[in-house]
């Protein structure tokens, strides 16, 4: 059974940092790209940040650009995502997902495992 868990969710102040974790388990995503995507409370779930498999491939939103970084940890089948400089507007539910593929996308039908996601706040 494949799982994904997200971790490092909270409430942090305007300005401030957080790293997500999200945690790979029950098979192996080898060759596989990994994403982060975001939902506000109304608003559909959106594209953050995607890593291929190596690492040496990374895809952001253009509007997150130079705030948030994505990096993953093979041997630790876990992935990150950095946040810094955080705003409101960043307040969302952030769910991790993986695909059997290694090419680096945005889309979110093209991932095939979901994480339940991790619960970000920012208070301004």
Request: charged share 15%.
């Amino acid at each position: 059974q494949v799982q994904l868990v997200e971790s490092g969710g909270g409430l942090v102040q305007a300005g401030g940092s957080l790293r997500l974790s999200c945690a790979a388990s029950g098979r192996t995503f080898s060759n596989s790209a990994m994403g982060w995507f975001r939902q506000a409370p109304g608003k559909e779930r959106e594209f953050v940040a995607a890593i291929s498999w190596t690492g040496l491939s990374t895809y952001y939103a253009d509007s997150l650009k130079g705030r948030f970084t994505i990096s993953r940890n093979n041997a630790k089948n876990t992935m990150y995502l950095q946040m810094n400089s955080l705003k409101p507007d960043d307040t969302a539910v952030y769910y991790c997902a993986a695909r059997t593929s290694p090419a680096v996308v945005k889309t979110t039908s093209d991932y095939q495992y979901w994480g339940q996601g991790t619960q970000v706040t920012v208070s301004s």
